[in-house]
Structure formats: structure tokens, C-alpha cells
């Protein structure tokens, strides 16, 4: 079954050093989005993203946060500089559609953890 | 706006009792409404999905969720646990007209021998 492959698994930094977390959606998929979820809290929608263009982000996605499609596999989610209050699970997700309903799905990676000291 | 409750941050369960994991919801739209299971270390996967057809839905490994539109609930239920659903569960609504899916807390699903 295909599956959506997340690098690394889990990542430690010092505050203010920037972070790059991949992801290899599943191969014929066209909608691509990164989630997130704290210790203890809700997983949250951080962005998604389509044709080369982030086409809905969150207010907690913020000018520190950024996403790339370097090449034709990968999808890559950018910390700049960052914040203890960084330190999560960060989940990438694709589908093939776009909206969320009928028979449209998104499937998810394992997560990277990533902690911020 | 959207919305979604676990009422239970935890259930436990003897294996081979029925499993029941509440959901409730709030949406001004038609919602689409999912569960999605985590077992450690590994990513969320879809148990199953409704999406304005039959209200009962089934999924995976034995589990069914019915939509009640009156009491704006989508429980999840399963009539005999087994050890390998000890998981984190998650109720996720959508409305179909973002790309967001809206999660709940989560409910951790223990199983005992």
C-alpha cells in the first residue's frame, strides 16, 4: 500500500537554528498539506499546498514557516528560526483531490518529531 | 465554524468487550467526518469516513461509526477489542469547503488481557 515517507523521524535543536523536515508524498498525488501537534494538544492544519502555491495555510503558519517542492518527489516544510514553542509532531499529508469530502482521503506519514532546546 | 469533542481522553477495555469511543460534532455544512487511528511510532490511518450516504459506516479491523444528525454524534464502536487496537483515536470533521481538517483530542484506547 503506498505510503507517505517522513525524514527524519525525530530532530533535537537549540532555539534559533533553523530546521528542514521532508517528505515524500504518495507518488500520484497532487495536494500536499503539513499538520502539527504539541504535546497534549489537537493535532492542528499548518498548510497545504498545490501546483506550486501554498493554497490555504493557518494563522499559525507565520513568515517563520515555509514550503517547497524542490523536485518531483519531495515536500519540504522550512522552521527559520526556531522557537521552544516549535517543539512538536510535525505530520505531512497528501491526496489526490482537493476537497476533503466524498471520496477523497488524506493519507498521512509517521511523523517527525521535533524537539527545540 | 467547526468543531469536534472526544468526550473520553481515555477508555479502557477487557479484550473481546465492546468498544465504544464517543464523537460529537459542530458544523454549519453538510460535514464529512472521519476517524483516524495512531499507533505508536507509526502515522495517522484512516479507519473510515462519512460522507452523506449511509449513516452506518464501516471500516477497518472491525469497527463502525454511526452519524446522528440529531444528537450531531459519530461514535465509534467495535463489538469485541482486541489487544492490537490499544491505539490513540482521532474524530476529524470537514466541510469540504477548505483544505482543513479539524481534529479532536484524541481518545487512548487500553486494552487488557
Known amino acids: 500500500e503506498p505510503e507517505v515517507t517522513q525524514t527524519p523521524s525525530h530532530q533535537v535543536t537549540q532555539m534559533g537554528q533553523e530546521v528542514i523536515l521532508r517528505c515524500v508524498p504518495i507518488s500520484n498525488h497532487l495536494y500536499f498539506y503539513w499538520y502539527r501537534q504539541i504535546l497534549g494538544q489537537k493535532v492542528e492544519f499548518l498548510v497545504s499546498?498545490?501546483?506550486?502555491?501554498?493554497?490555504?495555510k493557518s494563522e499559525i503558519f507565520d513568515d517563520q514557516f515555509s514550503v517547497e517542492r524542490p523536485d518531483g518527489s519531495n515536500f519540504t516544510l522550512k522552521i527559520r528560526s526556531t522557537k521552544l514553542e516549535d517543539s512538536a509532531m510535525y505530520f505531512c499529508a497528501s491526496s489526490p483531490r482537493q476537497r476533503l469530502s466524498g471520496a477523497n482521503v488524506l493519507t498521512f506519514g509517521a511523523g517527525s518529531r521535533l524537539t527545540v532546546l | 465554524a467547526q468543531s469536534v469533542t472526544q468526550l473520553d481522553s481515555h477508555v479502557s477495555v477487557s479484550e473481546g468487550t465492546p468498544v465504544l469511543l464517543r464523537c460529537n460534532y459542530s458544523s454549519s455544512y453538510s460535514p464529512s467526518l472521519f476517524w483516524y487511528v495512531q499507533h505508536p511510532n507509526k502515522g495517522l490511518q484512516l479507519l473510515l469516513k462519512?460522507?452523506?450516504?449511509?449513516?452506518l459506516v464501516k471500516g477497518i479491523n472491525g469497527f463502525e461509526a454511526e452519524f446522528k444528525k440529531s444528537e450531531t454524534s459519530f461514535h465509534l464502536t467495535k463489538p469485541s477489542a482486541h489487544m492490537s487496537d490499544a491505539a490513540e483515536y482521532f474524530c476529524?470533521?470537514?466541510?469540504?469547503?477548505?483544505?482543513?481538517?479539524?481534529f479532536g483530542t484524541g481518545t487512548r484506547l487500553q486494552v487488557f488481557p
Open positions: 499546498f498545490y501546483n506550486n502555491e501554498i493554497s490555504e
Open positions: 476529524v470533521v470537514s466541510d469540504g469547503s477548505t483544505d482543513k481538517l479539524i
Open positions: 462519512y460522507t452523506s450516504a449511509a449513516t
